[in-house]
């Protein structure tokens, strides 16, 4: 019985492996081979052997089988992998980056690629190393970006005096916006009267109105000197 290995599962079947094959017990006390053709019923002699290791089954080594685990979460796992070390890889190649872009200002332009070859072939490229070199400026002049954009407003009192004057400039604004149209117009009008471009603006406005009754179908009306109404 040293060579055979017994296996109960939860469902309540037994299977015996001997030398490679494995046996299966039936509900009526029979045991089956298993073939490439399926399950096929043992000998007689075979039978009784297999059945008298059953019952002794306590001195049979047992089957262990490790749980696979679930492929969903498998695969979860392989993907997280994936970009945990595309992460990891592009903060190296920051690093490598940063690293050669100092190197590059201490030995001097004319001797860099010189330099890089005697140091750093066959393990590392020269243009590999340049794309490095791009990506970690570009991610420290958008981490500088960032940073700026942080940044708390200025304490100091000119900062404090030019704030306060922007949000009182915007504050009128507002208030003039949301005031009735009709005395803001009246206001400029009056304003441009009282200057030196009132002239020319004159027309322009005139020109300007009349567009406006034509687009939305209004009847001009004017006095003449008679003081009679005509369109």
Same mark, same amino acid.
């Given at each position: ?44 002699? =075979?039978?009784?052997? $297999? ?79 340049? =794309?490095?070199?791009? $990506? ?21 009192? =000119? ?73």
């Amino acid at each position: 019985m040293s060579s055979m290995a017994i296996e109960r599962r939860a469902d309540g079947s037994v299977s015996i492996f001997h030398h490679g094959r494995q046996y299966r017990r039936q509900h009526n006390g029979s045991w089956t081979k298993r073939t490439n053709n399926g399950w096929t019923i043992v000998s007689a002699r =075979r039978n009784r052997r $297999l059945e008298r290791a059953n019952q002794h089954r306590d001195e049979i080594k047992q089957v262990q089988r490790f749980t696979r685990p679930e492929p969903r979460r498998r695969i979860a796992e392989l993907i997280q992998q994936v970009f945990t070390s595309i992460a990891q890889r592009r903060e190296m190649n920051k690093i490598i980056g940063r690293a050669c872009d100092e190197l590059k200002e201490l030995v001097g332009h004319g001797n860099w690629q010189t330099f890089f070859k005697r140091t750093f072939a066959p393990r590392l490229n020269l243009r590999t190393a340049e =794309r490095y070199m791009e $990506l970690a400026k570009r991610e420290d002049a958008a981490s500088k970006i960032d940073t700026v954009s942080n940044l708390k407003p200025s304490t100091s009192k =000119r900062a404090r005096k030019m704030r306060h004057a922007t949000d009182q400039a915007a504050a009128e604004v507002e208030t003039t916006r949301r005031s009735d149209p009709t005395s803001v117009i009246e206001s400029t009008i009056k304003a441009l009267r009282q200057s030196s471009h009132w002239r020319a603006a004159a027309p322009q406005i005139i020109a300007f109105l009349r567009g406006l009754c034509r687009k939305y179908d209004v009847a001009i009306t004017t006095k003449n000197n008679e003081g009679s109404t005509a369109e």
